[in-house]
């Protein structure tokens, strides 16, 4: 059974070939993402993931550390991530270790860290995430990739999806505008002290950071929209012989909750036409 609005921008765990399909014809690649967030079911979270890595082979999956029990037990997030990692680089494919809200974020960042050492060294494995809605990110970012190190680093630039949870913490930009002035920033950032061997991905769908991007001229950036969302700027990147990539949300109806209110918050004039 297909649900209009759901399948818009995520799909049930029986339509994920169907829809990869759907996606790989268009040209797009894809960023898996098993929606189930929920901390209690973490063991059953990592067989999830264990088992997608497997059966789709040579692609991107992105992993919520707070799926894995973060929250109560970092050392054994931080195992099952360092088991899944393994798993993807056995397949040829990449992790992308989410952002998530400030209660766990530092935690998220102290294993996505390791993971880059450990995974990284020859060749791009392993994604750590940028959230530039945060004041403090353009300062950790830069000193990411001015660090001297024995590992490359791969880069998700997002603007941030946990507004109503980081608010409160004072760590946020005032406005809108001077999100985009950092996030650009740090599209510059990467392109000024990246490495040769350095990959970023643009994830977003402000046109103007993507053509930032495109002006660059850089073989290393590579750009990701949520299916469903800016389909025209995914073509135009396309159009210019870019690598672009589809997020893919999959799980049952009621895992994917958090998930869809989310992007209706972020993007409320997308639902409008259901």
Known sequence: MRIPIINRFMCFEHQLKETTKFLT?????????????????????????????????????????????????????????????????NNNSKVLIDAENHLIQDKIEDISNELLKEFNKEQVNVYKTYQMYRKDTYDKLRYDLNNTRDYYLGIKLVRGAYYKQDFKHDILFENINQTHENYNKGINCFCD???????????????????????????????????????????????????????????????????LVRRLYENPYMFLNF
């Open 25 to 89: 014809t268009k040209n797009y690649k894809i960023i898996y993402d098993y929606s189930n967030e929920n901390f209690k079911d973490y063991n059953k979270n990592y067989f999830k993931i264990k088992k997608l890595l497997y059966e789709f082979p040579n692609n991107h999956v992105a992993i919520k550390l707070s799926s894995l029990n973060i929250l109560n037990s970092p050392e054994s997030s931080y195992n099952l991530a360092f088991k899944l990692c393994k798993h993807a680089k």
């Open 193 to 259: 002290l990246g490495g040769s061997h350095d990959k970023l991905i643009i994830a977003s769908h402000n046109k103007e950071s993507n053509l930032l991007g495109i002006s660059k001229n850089n073989e290393n950036i590579e750009y990701s929209q949520l299916m469903g969302m800016s389909d025209d700027l995914s073509n135009l990147l396309l159009n210019k012989n870019r690598v672009v990539y589809k997020y893919l949300p999959f799980g049952n109806f009621i895992d994917t909750v958090p998930y």
